[in-house]
Nanobody
């Protein structure tokens, strides 16, 4: 069972910033890619940003491109999602996900709330 530990959610005003972190504590952790999904009330869980572990190449949903930046630290088995210019429509529970030879692993989720 792959464990993912998330941190960094919270309440912010529109236009503000937050940084989410997701770490895999096991020293033997490996993955093909790792990233963030989000789920707003009554909606599906959708991908936000995903990074290829081997080369650090990021992918972003169109709704966040130019505002969010996903990076990784391979030594710490951690990804960071810097979220700038946050808008009320970014309000959701954000889930970290890793994909590897074990299938998929999910974090517990962290709430991001953006007030107008």
């Amino acid at each position: 069972q792959v464990q993912l530990v998330e941190s960094g959610g919270g309440l912010v005003q529109a236009g503000g910033s937050l940084r989410l972190s997701c770490a895999a504590p096991e020293p033997t952790f490996s993955c093909y890619d790792m990233g963030w999904y989000r789920q707003a009330p009554g909606k599906d869980r959708d991908p936000v940003a995903v990074i290829t572990w081997s080369n650090g190449a990021p992918w972003y949903a169109m709704s966040v491109e130019g505002r969010f930046t996903l990076t990784r630290d391979t030594a710490k088995n951690t990804v960071y999602l810097q979220m700038n210019s946050l808008q009320p429509e970014d309000t959701a529970i954000y889930y970290c996900r890793a994909r590897g030879n074990y299938g998929f692993a999910w974090g517990q989720g962290t709430q991001v709330t953006v007030s107008s």
